[in-house]
């Protein structure tokens, strides 16, 4: 950065005079109740969506960046389920994928076992409508996440466990092919995304005095 020593760390990021001008993220609290995460926090482990969302959020007449219309030409996105459909299912609870993945499989599987149809459930819905299972450890306090669980030494190669859902997971995610088309967010949703976009220098401090381009006037003129 032209303001800063080089770091190699996210505490505090949100405060870097590049960055004060950005609503901080936060974790969407629409996903669920039971993850509490101060802003601060979250804002700050995330700091390269800070980082990219000023870039997005910027103009450079200067360098010829136009950030919105690089967001909305050059990627795609999809919505969160895409990545924590098993956080998603289970609340965020690292303990109920645990014994999901835990929990014994025999073939054929004993759809007459409620517990067997509920991992099989968990399991099948897992790989077959996401595009990744990203097991995140480092900032989510309660509940514990499955990643943490699995660290445990009593809970060694429990993820890779014979004769387990763990292992038929592994297995469905090597062999197995998804048969659903990928559905990226609409160019409408991404454009809604930015809610304000800046005229200014790639490493200009950007204040109250900063030029505004309003997102409508771009949208407009957007191909």
């Given at each position: 950065?032209a303001?800063?020593?080089?770091?190699t760390?996210?505490?505090h990021?949100r405060?870097?005079p590049?960055?004060?001008?950005?609503?901080?993220?936060a974790?969407?609290?629409?996903?669920?109740?039971s993850?509490?995460?101060?802003?601060?926090?979250?804002?700050?482990y995330?700091?390269?969506?800070?980082?990219?969302g000023?870039?997005f959020?910027?103009?450079?007449?200067s360098?010829?960046?136009?950030?919105?219309r690089?967001?909305?030409?050059?990627?795609?996105l999809?919505?969160m389920d895409?990545?924590f459909?098993?956080n998603?299912?289970?609340?965020?609870?690292?303990e109920v994928?645990f014994t999901h993945l835990?929990?014994?499989?025999?073939e054929?599987?004993?759809?007459?076992?409620p517990?067997?149809l509920?991992s099989q459930e968990?399991?099948e819905t897992c790989?077959?409508?996401s595009?990744?299972i990203?097991?995140?450890?480092?900032l989510i306090?309660?509940p514990?996440?499955?990643?943490?669980?699995?660290?445990?030494p009593?809970?060694e190669?429990?993820?890779?466990a014979?004769?387990?859902?763990?292992e038929?997971?592994r297995w469905?995610s090597v062999?197995l092919d998804q048969?659903r088309?990928?559905?990226?967010i609409s160019?409408?949703?991404?454009a809604a995304l930015l809610?304000?976009?800046?005229t200014a220098?790639?490493?200009e401090?950007?204040?109250?005095?900063?030029?505004?381009?309003l997102?409508?006037v771009?949208?407009n003129?957007c191909?």
């Amino acid at each position: 950065m032209a303001h800063h020593p080089p770091k190699t760390f996210t505490p505090h990021s949100r405060l870097d005079p590049l960055f004060t001008h950005l609503t901080p993220f936060a974790f969407p609290s629409s996903t669920s109740s039971s993850v509490k995460i101060p802003v601060e926090a979250f804002a700050d482990y995330v700091a390269q969506f800070t980082a990219a969302g000023r870039l997005f959020a910027l103009v450079d007449p200067s360098i010829g960046w136009d950030g919105p219309r690089f967001f909305q030409e050059n990627l795609m996105l999809f919505n969160m389920d895409e990545m924590f459909i098993q956080n998603f299912i289970t609340d965020w609870s690292g303990e109920v994928q645990f014994t999901h993945l835990s929990r014994p499989r025999n073939e054929p599987v004993d759809h007459a076992d409620p517990d067997q149809l509920a991992s099989q459930e968990f399991v099948e819905t897992c790989p077959g409508n996401s595009l990744i299972i990203k097991l995140s450890q480092g900032l989510i306090p309660e509940p514990i996440p499955l990643a943490k669980i699995w660290n445990r030494p009593e809970n060694e190669s429990a993820d890779i466990a014979p004769g387990t859902w763990a292992e038929y997971l592994r297995w469905g995610s090597v062999h197995l092919d998804q048969g659903r088309p990928l559905a990226p967010i609409s160019k409408e949703a991404k454009a809604a995304l930015l809610k304000r976009v800046w005229t200014a220098g790639v490493h200009e401090i950007i204040d109250e005095t900063t030029p505004v381009l309003l997102e409508n006037v771009w949208l407009n003129g957007c191909t």
